[in-house]
């Protein structure tokens, strides 16, 4: 049974960083895509970033490029997003998911991931 499992959401001022971790078990998620998704209130769900596990290569939504970075730990089976320079527009519920037929071109589609996480809050003030 694959789950996912974030941390690291809070409250936090504009400027500011935050690191998102995402814990993943139950599977070998060598040839996963991994993504980062969030969703605002009365929003629909939107792509953030993404890295291929076994290559470590990422995708990023223009919002976000040169702010955000995706990275995983072999290791620790764990998905980083480091985020600087937040933005009041970045406040939204962040979502950790798993797309195990590593669909890289489609890596930016939220129907292609297979399994999600609870998700975890990042509130950005002004």
């Known amino acids: 049974q694959v789950q996912l499992v974030e941390s690291g959401g809070g409250l936090v001022q504009a400027g500011g960083s935050v690191r998102l971790s995402c814990i993943a078990s139950g599977q070998t998620f060598s040839r996963y895509v991994m993504g980062w998704f969030r969703q605002a209130p009365e929003k629909e769900r939107e792509f953030v970033a993404a890295?291929?596990?076994?290559?470590?290569?990422?995708d990023y939504t223009d919002s976000v490029k040169g702010r955000f970075t995706i990275s995983r730990d072999n290791a620790k089976n764990t998905v980083y997003l480091q985020m600087n320079s937040l933005k009041p527009e970045d406040t939204a519920v962040y979502v950790c998911?798993?797309?195990?037929?590593?669909?890289?071109?489609?890596?930016?589609?939220?129907?292609?991931?297979?399994?999600w996480g609870q998700g975890t809050q990042v509130t950005v003030s002004s």
């Open positions: 998911a798993a797309d195990r037929y590593s669909t890289w071109s489609t890596a930016r589609s939220v129907s292609e991931y297979d399994y």
């Open positions: 890295i291929r596990w076994i290559d470590g290569m990422t």
